[in-house]
């Protein structure tokens, strides 16, 4: 019996935010990471029948959207890196080689650090789903949303200080989470 | 809850929640004077104050983005829809 199971009603809730916030730095731009996030979610569907359950089910999705990110530059270059294939390169079959170059290219092109802060954000989403599901929703609309206090009151039904309460109890579980790596 | 507010010198329950609300620009004045008297002489809540503020930090330097609810509906509407055509 496999380990790992697929739940893809749940993929959102749990997924999506590390999603986007792998795909937003190597693509730069909230259209095509939403719109490669939502074809990596229905490649999921479409090959659930192939998840083993080695791996997780985020590191699976990721695998999938890594291809998806990987086929967005290759549509790119087909449109318009026509020109530097054929300075580059001479030879057709050398395409496969120069597109992982683009994409190196790509990743070398976002600053350095902004890659490493993308793996902090990373970790920090990491951390925020091994806590209590509810005060980790209600941190990140606090803290990542920006969203008003009294607009999360009314949308969780809270008092202020339950709110308070909740986000101090998410942020001890955070920093307890974050201690082992990155304070 | 009056009994609280009289008093300028809280318990540490009172000043971590401060000292949260202060992470965010949300402690009021005399909310930061309490947790400035409790910090004084409290080691556990001043540890625990500078991880807190060494955590906001962290956060920012993230830079974390989140995708829009208005997205996070439409995946879940089409996921749910797409699941249950091919378990029919
Ligand atoms: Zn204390």
């Known amino acids: 019996m496999p380990s790992n199971q697929l739940d893809p009603n749940k993929w959102v809730d749990r997924y999506s935010d590390y999603l986007f916030n792998y795909t937003i730095v190597r693509v730069n731009d909230r259209e095509v990471a939403n719109d490669l996030i ?13 998840f083993k359950g080695e791996a997780s089910e985020r590191t699976w999705l990721i695998s999938i959207l890594k291809r998806k990110i990987i086929d967005h530059y290759r549509r790119n270059n087909s449109k318009k890196g026509q020109a530097e294939v054929k300075i ?11 597109l992982e170059e683009q994409v190196a290219d790509q990743f070398d092109r976002t600053a350095e650090d902004e890659m490493e802060n993308n793996e902090l954000g990373l970790a920090i989403l990491d951390c925020l789903d091994s806590i209590n599901e509810k005060q ?3 941190f990140k609309r606090k803290t990542i949303d920006g969203v008003d206090t009294e607009a999360i009151c009314n949308e969780f039904d809270i008092t202020p200080s339950n709110l308070w309460v909740i986000i101090h109890r998410a942020r001890t579980a955070l920093a307890a989470c974050m201690e082992k790596n990155w304070f | ?3 609280k507010n009289k008093s300028l010198f809280v318990d540490c329950s009172e000043a971590a929640t401060c000292c949260t609300k202060a992470q965010y620009d949300e402690a009021g004045f005399f909310e930061k004077i309490k947790l400035m008297i409790h910090l004084a002489f409290c080691r556990t809540c001043r540890t625990f104050s500078s991880k807190n503020s060494k955590l906001t930090r962290k956060i920012e330097e993230a830079n974390l983005k989140c995708c829009s609810e208005e997205k996070k509906r439409e995946w879940r509407e089409s996921i749910n829809k797409l699941h249950r055509e091919e378990h029919s």
Request: glycine share 10%; proline share 0%; charged share 25%.
């Open chain 1, 38 to 50: 939502s074809e990596t979610f229905l490649a999921g569907l479409k090959s659930a029948k192939n």
């Open chain 2, 1 to 3: 809850m009056s009994k």
């Open chain 1, 88 to 98: 580059n390169y001479t030879g057709e079959d050398s395409e496969g080689e120069w």
């Open chain 1, 136 to 138: 980790a929703a209600i």
